[in-house]
């Protein structure tokens, strides 16, 4: 008698009755691992995002307290931007809300948060697809990368469209992909 081996899709595991481990150990002794390249790949660029994100918040802080013009002005012609009256450090400053440069890089930060949020979810929900290692790792790169250069060519120095729209674009199209990939990858046992 020839038995056959047939492949078996990695979440169609999780359905089998006589599976003596949970799903929670399948799902975490399969792929949420350090022995997982693609997992490993995901950790240190969501660490690089997060990093990125953090230091977000020390730039909008930056820009409220940044000379105009390189210190070489008096004290008086700083920009000091607070946007709550209890925020005031200096006593002859006034509450602002409109300060161009600082609403620039809070706008980016704000892009970061609604973006690489779920973006983060879709990659760990794609990692747990048991992706193509190669294809999941470039996209991770990509996804940091094409973040990273949104911030630089938005908060630092504004550089006109399309290039904002570009980076966007980029890393927003690949968590569309992992979602349709995931969404593919579970309809056939639902």
């Known amino acids: 008698m020839a038995t056959t081996t047939s492949a078996v899709p990695p979440l169609a595991t999780l359905n089998t009755p006589n599976s003596a481990k949970t799903m929670d150990e399948k799902v975490s002794g399969n792929f949420l691992t350090l022995e997982n390249p693609v997992f490993c790949c995901f950790l240190f660029w969501a660490s690089v995002l997060v990093i990125k994100m953090l ?9 409220r307290f940044r000379n105009k ?8 012609c700083l920009r000091k931007v607070f946007p ?41 929900l794609y990692i747990c697809t048991n992706p193509d290692p190669t294809v ?24 006109p469209q399309p290039s904002r729209v570009i980076a966007f674009g980029v ?17 056939k046992h639902i």
């Open 69 to 76: 013009i390189l210190c070489l002005l008096p004290h008086c």
């Open 136 to 159: 999941a790792c470039i996209l991770f790169r990509v996804v940091a990368i094409a973040r990273i250069l949104h911030t630089l060519v938005y908060a630092f120095y504004p550089v």
């Open 84 to 124: 709550n009256k209890e925020d005031l450090f200096f006593k002859d400053i006034e509450v602002q809300f409109d300060d161009p440069h600082v609403e620039r890089v809070r706008r980016a930060h704000r892009n970061d948060m609604e973006n690489i949020l779920p973006y983060f979810t879709m990659a760990i």
């Open 171 to 187: 890393a927003f199209a690949i968590t569309i992909y992992m979602a349709c990939a995931v969404a593919l990858d579970v309809l």
């Open 55 to 63: 230091l977000m918040s020390l730039l909008t802080a930056l820009q």
